[in-house]
């Protein structure tokens, strides 16, 4: 069996709507990338194992506190990583 955090996978599906309300953050591979992985630390992991554990997860996320934490954590991670980005060849501000 293989265990996961389904934590991944509720950052990334809610990326793209935070970041759409930030401009002035940068959107590249690696910054969004910086950004999840950031989030992901600052939000607890939700390892699952079966589907029966990925469906309680899932419903979980539908608590508008659990999705407030999400899109909190996200954006504090877009605010951080937006003021030092660190793109794929190591420069600053190239995006």
Do not use: W
Request: proline share 3%; charged share 20%.
């Amino acid at each position: 069996m293989k265990v996961r955090n389904c934590m991944e996978d509720l950052v990334f599906s809610r990326l793209d709507d935070v970041l759409a309300n930030q401009e002035h953050i940068c959107h590249c591979a690696k910054c969004r990338a910086d950004i999840a992985a950031l989030a992901l630390n600052f939000l607890p992991p939700r390892y699952i194992v079966t589907r029966q554990g990925e469906a309680y997860t899932k419903t979980m996320s539908l608590e508008q506190q659990f999705t407030a934490d999400i899109v909190i954590a996200i954006t504090n991670a877009a605010k951080i990583v937006g003021k030092v980005p660190l793109h794929q060849n190591g420069e600053k501000n190239l995006c």
